[in-house]
């Protein structure tokens, strides 16, 4: 390695030094100096509450031993609504797929759903599904499902042509076209696919917790604002605010194994 | 010979929204074992959908195709359409994959081709890490691969730069003749027509017909020696005129 390259790569590991050292300061800041107007009482602790009051409240959650639970119910929550969203989608793409026809007749609908917003949908999927869980999943779905369907159909929609021809100068049949062809090559759009899925399953989950739940971070966000403890919603907000980033980093991770070969 | 291919009166005629398009009009010639055919013709005359038709990606509007029984017929298309998620291995055996006779010993025969094509180290590379000249042999070899009888070549040199143009024509002519095989083959560019070809069939501008076949009697066994060659001048000339030319 001649010495120039040596200095290049040296300038990059400092670069990213620096990246993350200014993302840590601006964490550790963030919550100092809210520490410190809330003790100042230049902000009302009421309703901004505090740092260290957040952490007491999870600690307290946690040896009370249901914090665990409300991960756990709403993780639950987003990966049955998340697998059924991708799954789902993924079937029903290919469906529209191989049948333009439908897709020409549903494709209206699809936009409509699409451009609804899915909360105004609560009140009616608790009077069908009821109050519990499957309310919840069902929202979440209505909020993936849609989304994965139209970014999966694209990516088979965007397919080159020439490769369809290619693959039919062999004399491949319908389902070798779509195996070998169609579902290898919006590889990459289906893993991107699965980033916004999270996301999405996420709001969904979380919506359907503030309208039906016994548990979860929605519910004790909601419970939270109901009996006025706002360090409770707060702590709700942060441990959302951390689950989100591992499952959006999980997800990036997955991506990066899966499309790492071409 | 053995009559392989017998094109009728055939005709082809598009319906787009816009309209119709007539693209192949009353074309009729014979293709015999072991002939290399070259078609030229102007831009968007119908040269690729002729062959779509032979390969029967393509319906026609009327006429008729007389194939020889169990023509086993192999095309390369245009675009050299490599798959970018597949090893150039893996790319070369697409055919037989999907035609499900993967077996060992066409398996061998590929590698043997791609060895005896200069992409012995390759094998495991992906398509994107190739210069445009290998990934024209690739797809040749990928045509081959299912060990056709008749070849369709679609401009199959294109994408080359002239040099490489001609190192190529040069190995194709080697494999075609030593594969005995009978070939179609769709070129723009006159003397590659004449450097290849036993007979070269002009096309007239869309739609499509036949306006001249000419045999080519010319000295020489590789595409360089026909070059070389004092006839080709003249055969050049004759195609030249008969060209039509889409200015
Ligand atoms: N699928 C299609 N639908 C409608 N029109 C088509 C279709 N395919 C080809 N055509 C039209 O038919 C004509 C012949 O096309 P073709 O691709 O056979 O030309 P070509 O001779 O191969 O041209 P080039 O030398 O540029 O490759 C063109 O005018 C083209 O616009
Ligand atoms: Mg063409």
């Avoid at chain 2, 290849?196 to 045999?215: D, E, F, Q």
């Amino acid at each position: 390695m001649s010495d120039e390259q040596r200095k290049y790569l040296r300038s990059l590991r400092l670069r990213k030094y620096f990246v993350i050292f200014c993302q840590i300061s601006i964490v550790l800041g963030f919550f100092i100096i809210w520490e410190y107007l809330a003790n100042k009482n230049i902000i009302n602790t009421f309703v901004f509450s505090k740092p260290s009051k957040i952490m007491e409240t999870i600690i307290n959650l946690a040896i009370q031993n249901n914090l665990f639970v409300h991960i756990v119910t709403t993780l639950k929550e987003v990966l049955i609504s998340f697998i059924l969203g991708i799954l789902l989608g993924f079937i029903i793409a290919i469906i529209l797929y191989e049948f333009p026809i439908i897709s020409d007749i549903v494709d209206p609908f699809l936009t409509m759903l699409n451009s609804l917003p899915k909360v105004a949908l609560g009140p009616l999927i608790i009077i069908i599904a009821g109050a519990n869980t499957k309310s919840i999943i069902v929202m979440a779905l209505l909020i993936n499902l849609i989304v994965s369907i139209i970014t999966i159909y694209n990516g088979f929609v965007n397919i080159d042509e020439k490769k369809i021809k290619l693959v039919k100068s062999f004399g491949a049949n319908k389902i070798q076209i779509l195996t070998k062809l169609i579902i290898p090559s919006s590889y990459k759009t289906i893993i991107s696919s699965l980033k916004l899925n999270i996301s999405m399953s996420l709001i969904g989950v979380i919506m359907g917790e503030f309208l039906v739940s016994k548990a979860g971070l929605g519910y004790l966000i909601i419970y939270g604002t109901q009996v006025f403890n706002l360090s409770l919603v707060m702590s709700g907000i942060l441990l959302l605010v951390i689950i989100s980033y591992i499952l959006y980093k999980i997800i990036t991770f997955i991506e990066g194994k899966l499309i790492k070969n071409f | 010979m053995n009559k392989i291919l017998e094109i009728k009166n055939l005709s082809k005629t598009f319906h787009t929204k816009m309209g119709e398009i007539k693209a192949i009009d009353n074309v009729t010639f014979d293709v015999f074992d072991q002939e290399f055919i070259c078609i030229i013709g102007s831009s968007g005359c119908g040269k690729s959908t002729l062959l779509n038709i032979f390969a029967n990606l393509d319906n026609y509007t009327n006429g008729n195709i007389i194939k020889k029984d169990n023509l086993k017929i192999g095309y390369m298309l245009q675009e050299d359409a490599l798959l970018p998620w597949l090893t150039i291995l893996d790319n070369a055996l697409l055919g037989l994959e999907i035609k499900k006779i993967k077996t060992k010993e066409n398996v061998e025969y590929v590698k043997k081709l791609l060895e005896k094509y200069g992409l012995n180290g390759f094998l495991e590379k992906y398509p994107h890490q190739l210069s445009g000249g290998m990934r024209q042999r690739v797809a040749l070899i990928r045509t081959l691969a299912i060990k056709p009888d008749l070849l369709l070549l679609d401009e199959p040199f294109s994408a080359l730069d002239y040099v490489s143009r001609l190192m190529v024509s040069e190995d194709v002519a080697k494999i075609i003749r030593e594969e005995n095989k009978t070939v179609i083959m769709i070129t723009h560019d006159i003397s590659e027509a004449i450097s290849l070809a036993s007979r070269v069939i002009v096309l007239s501008k869309r739609p499509a017909t036949v306006k001249n076949i000419y045999k080519i009697d010319i000295e020489g066994n590789t595409p360089m020696e026909r070059r070389k060659s004092s006839k080709f001048a003249h055969y050049y000339n004759l195609l030249w005129k008969d060209l039509d030319k889409n200015v």
